[in-house]
């Protein structure tokens, strides 16, 4: 059974930092994509960043040129948050999507983001 398990989550000033990340565990097999989304209270879930199997990345316009995904030979995928602002602030999740007979998509848990002074 798959697993994904999000961290890095927490409190941060606005213009600060934070780095998620999203571990893998179980069977996983064919990764096609892996991606951040985001929810903040009362909004739909929203499409931050994505990262294909081809390292072709995608981001919101509202993130770019402060958001970086990236991931590793582990099947980890991280979300280098920079310049946060207040808007930045809702649960974030992490979704991998994997091809095998089938497409099918994995979804963490979630980390809560907030940016606060």
């Known amino acids: 059974q798959v697993q994904l398990v999000e961290s890095g989550g927490g409190l941060v000033q606005p213009g600060g930092s934070l780095r998620l990340s999203c571990a893998a565990s179980?069977?996983?097999?064919?990764?096609?994509?892996m991606a951040w989304y985001r929810q903040a209270p009362g909004k739909q879930r929203d499409l931050v960043a994505s990262?294909?199997?081809?390292?072709?990345t995608n981001y919101a316009d509202s993130v770019k040129g402060r958001f970086t995904i990236s991931r590793d030979n582990n099947n980890t995928v991280y979300l280098q948050m920079n310049s946060l602002k207040p808007e930045d602030t809702a649960v974030y999740y992490c979704r991998y999507t994997t091809f095998s007979k089938a497409v099918q998509q994995y979804w963490g848990q979630g980390t809560q983001v907030t940016v606060s002074s």
């Open positions: 179980g069977s996983l097999f064919s990764i096609i994509a």
């Open positions: 990262i294909a199997n081809n390292g072709y």
